[in-house]
């Protein structure tokens, strides 16, 4: 049948009008002016997520996490969740943006699209966690998410319920929780942390995460506290060119945590930070699955130093340390680190020596070669300690303890023979497990295969220079 004009000129108003299947979520994206429907129209995104600043897209469906308020069931109208969690878009203080145009003279849009005080004055907690749960599925190494530059933004901690409460020793609030790959760029901002809350933290699914550029601070520079300016929960997290000041601990990567589970984190690599008067700890590695990491260009100014509580150990390349030694340690491996590897590290006079309880741990380089007090293998400004074992369990050490210019056993011996000087006789000899060389010289009377293989000491002394005159001879007459 054929329809006259008016007729299909109502059918085209209905359609574009929405109505009939609009409700049953059958909605046609609009066309752009190139013939195109726009990204956010093709995924469905409703009008208030929409004008983003700095271009941000999602390039899928949102994945939201159970413990915030996305998926707590809110009601259609954006009121809230049944339980009554709030919507943080019905916070009368957080404004819906696209362009910064569209804010207060001292805030910038967000680039989920939130107007935030950009001055350190006002909490921007909220809003920013909320653009940071509305961040679609990481599909690789983390979603883009870039901070407004230049800024002083201020978070407020929120209670975590996952943490103990009981524990008075640890931070209960966190600013900025994380749970998805992200790649947070600060954009050279400033983060002004409430005291005694963990500023960033990335929790278990934000695995090979990265973030960049960013300095945090308390709020009360003054005010000793346990506060963290990162804590890491996740796997292979890249921290790059960061400044945390003040904290109680700068940057923590645990397995255990309070009643936060187990952690994987193993393999991070962490980049040119500086971590300056953090009260307890500049840099804390601890508990079984925190080994394999690569920290380069870690300078300590001030406070509390490295601590690396790892199961195997991990690797520092030019490490800078400056603190007060009567204070604070400057960088302590305890004997669960057992293979840290260090190279170049810098240390000042004043910082305390740094100890490693490893035994298996390697330093190379740098000016505190000397200064290592380690049972391990250091190579350097002469002051090299190293040690070699072969197929047949034959080990030495160059050099020994003391006056031993080399210790070395046999696995069928059990014990250990020392090539020692004895000041007091001015005379060396070999010592068994350092005991004096009288009952253990070797000497034909002593050893049970007779003198063929062993002479006195002084008759061993009178040979090498019988040997060395005839040399001289020998080259005496070939020069004559």
């Given at each position: 049948m054929r329809m006259s004009a008016p007729a299909v000129a109502m059918v085209v108003l209905l359609i574009a009008s929405g109505c009939g299947d609009g409700d049953s979520g059958d909605w046609m994206p609009e066309a752009d002016s190139a013939g195109t429907a726009s990204v956010d129209q093709m995924h469905h995104r409703p009008d208030h997520l929409r004008g983003q600043s700095r271009n941000h897209r999602s390039n899928g469906k949102h994945h939201h996490k159970g413990k915030h308020w996305h998926d707590k069931g809110g009601s259609e109208d954006g009121g809230g969740d049944e339980n009554g969690a709030d919507n943080p878009d019905d916070n009368p203080s957080i404004t819906r943006c696209s362009t910064d145009s569209e804010c207060e003279s001292h805030e910038a849009c967000s680039q989920g699209g939130r107007c935030i005080d950009v001055t350190g004055q006002e909490s921007v907690t909220e809003a920013l966690q909320a653009d940071i749960d509305e961040l679609p599925e990481a599909v690789g190494l983390g979603v883009p998410y870039e901070l407004p530059p230049n800024s002083i933004l201020r978070l407020n901690g929120i209670n975590d319920n996952d943490v103990d409460n009981d524990n008075a020793d640890a931070p209960q609030k966190v600013g900025l929780l994380i749970e998805n790959g992200i790649i947070l760029e600060g954009n050279g901002s400033r983060i002004l942390a409430d005291n005694d809350t963990v500023a960033i933290r990335l929790g278990d699914d934000s695995d090979w995460s990265r973030v960049?550029?960013?300095?945090i601070d308390p709020i009360n520079m003054g005010q000793v506290h346990s506060g963290i300016g990162i804590d890491v929960r996740s796997h292979g997290v890249r921290l790059e060119n960061l400044m945390i000041r003040r904290m109680g601990t700068g940057i923590r990567a645990?397995?255990?945590?309070?009643?936060?589970?187990?952690?994987?984190?193993?393999?991070?690599?962490?980049?040119r930070i500086v971590l300056a008067n953090n009260y307890e700890h500049g840099l804390h590695i601890r508990s079984g699955d925190s080994n394999a990491g690569l920290f380069m260009g870690v300078e300590i100014l001030g406070g509390g130093g490295i601590r690396d509580d790892s199961f195997l150990g991990n690797t520092y390349i030019a490490p800078k340390i400056h603190n007060d030694g009567n204070q604070h340690e400057s960088m302590m491996r305890t004997r669960n680190a057992g293979a840290s590897t260090v190279?170049?590290?810098?240390?000042?006079?004043?910082?305390?020596?740094?100890?490693?309880?490893?035994?298996?741990?390697?330093?190379?380089?740098?000016?505190?070669?000397?200064?290592?007090?380690?049972?391990?293998?250091?190579?350097?400004?002469?002051?090299?300690?190293?040690?070699?074992?072969?197929?047949?369990?034959?080990?030495?050490?160059?050099?020994?303890?003391?006056?031993?210019?080399?210790?070395?056993?046999?696995?069928?011996?059990?014990?250990?023979?020392?090539?020692?000087?004895?000041?007091?006789?001015?005379?060396?000899?070999?010592?068994?497990?350092?005991?004096?060389?009288?009952?253990?010289?070797?000497?034909?009377?002593?050893?049970?295969?007779?003198?063929g293989l062993f002479v006195p000491v002084e008759e061993l002394r009178d040979s090498l220079w019988a040997i060395f005159d005839a040399l001289f001879d020998a080259v005496e007459e070939n020069y004559e």
């Open positions: 960049s550029n960013l300095w645990h397995t255990h945590v309070d009643d936060l589970g187990h952690a994987n984190v193993n393999g991070q690599q962490w980049s190279l170049g590290m810098y240390l000042e006079d004043v910082s305390a020596d740094p100890v490693s309880e490893a035994p298996y741990d390697l330093h190379v380089g740098g000016n505190a070669i000397h200064r290592t007090q380690t049972q391990g293998d250091r190579i350097g400004r002469h002051h090299s300690r190293i040690r070699f074992a072969n197929d047949r369990g034959v080990r030495m050490r160059i050099p020994g303890g003391g006056h031993e210019p080399f210790a070395f056993s046999h696995p069928d011996d059990g014990q250990e023979w020392r090539l020692k000087y004895f000041p007091s006789w001015r005379e060396w000899g070999m010592s068994l497990q350092g005991s004096t060389p009288l009952a253990y010289s070797w000497t034909g009377v002593q050893h049970p295969d007779g003198p």
